[in-house]
T-cell receptor, first 113, second 112 residues
Framework: DQQVKQNSPSLSVQEGRISILNCDYT??????FLWYKKYPAEGPTFLIS?????DKNEDGRFTVFLNKSAKHLSLHIVPSQPGDSAVYFC????????????FGPGTRLSVLP | NAGVTQTPKFQVLKTGQSMTLQCAQD?????MYWYRQDPGMGLRLIYY???????DKGEVPNGYNVSRLNKREFSLRLESAAPSQTSVYFC???????????FGPGTRLTVL
């Protein structure tokens, strides 16, 4: 059973518009969440994170929102750019996991010029 | 500063052959990890090393062994490759518990 789910395998957005990528989790013990971006033939690179004591974290064009009661987080990219086209992975961790993150299956974002 | 490096980039094996995937990091991180990524699935942890001299199993350790040679290097060995081990393998390193992991570029392995 997947503990971290990304139910949209793919998403297409027009350049300049907002991209919203969603992630749901089942383990209420998760208390730290990250988003990674992955280009083809490269390793994932860290994008942004959020701790469970916050409900929002911003870094430039990227904002992550956390709704603990719904066990849901989302990544907003505004405005979207063609260079944002990549696969985005949501990952979650907890004290109990210590050394491990649990990754979602990823969402492929295509930003159309 | 190269970050996390992996060799080889590509490898084709026949069933039953063995090989070792190499990983090195130059960020002086204590923790290192091996993941595999399969289509439609997230990254799954094979083994990790919290510090030099220690290794622990992750979610999918069967068929693999690891060696933390020193603080920089963490290798993954397939003793008798099987087609189910066809995957992309990523090595990562991290400093601290609530920090992000830094990933290498990956090794694409095909087992025929």
């Amino acid at each position: 059973d997947q503990q971290v789910k990304q139910n949209s395998p793919s998403l297409s957005v027009q350049e300049g518009r907002i991209s919203i990528l969603n992630c749901d989790y089942t383990n209420s013990m998760f208390d730290y969440f990250l988003w990674y971006k992955k280009y083809p033939a490269e390793g994932p690179t860290f994008l942004i994170s959020i701790s469970s004591i916050k409900d929002k974290n911003e870094d430039g064009r990227f904002t992550v929102f956390l709704n603990k009661s719904a066990k849901h987080l989302s990544l907003h990219i505004v405005p979207s750019q063609p260079g944002d086209s990549a696969v985005y992975f949501c990952a979650a961790s907890t004290d109990n996991y210590g050394q491990n993150f649990v990754f979602g299956p990823g969402t492929r974002l295509s930003v159309l010029p | 500063n190269a970050g996390v490096t992996q060799t080889p980039k590509f490898q084709v094996l026949k069933t039953g052959q063995s090989m070792t995937l190499q990983c090195a990091q130059d960020m002086n991180h204590n923790s290192m990890y091996w993941y595999r990524q399969d289509p439609g699935m997230g990254l799954r942890l094979i083994y990790y090393s919290a510090s030099e001299g220690t290794t622990d199993k992750g979610e999918v350790p069967n068929g693999y062994n690891v060696s933390r040679l020193n603080k920089r290097e963490f290798s993954l060995r397939l003793e008798s490759a099987a087609p189910s081990q066809t995957s992309v393998y990523f090595c990562a390193s991290r400093e601290g518990t609530y920090n992000e992991q830094f990933f290498g570029p990956g090794t694409r392995l095909t087992v025929l």
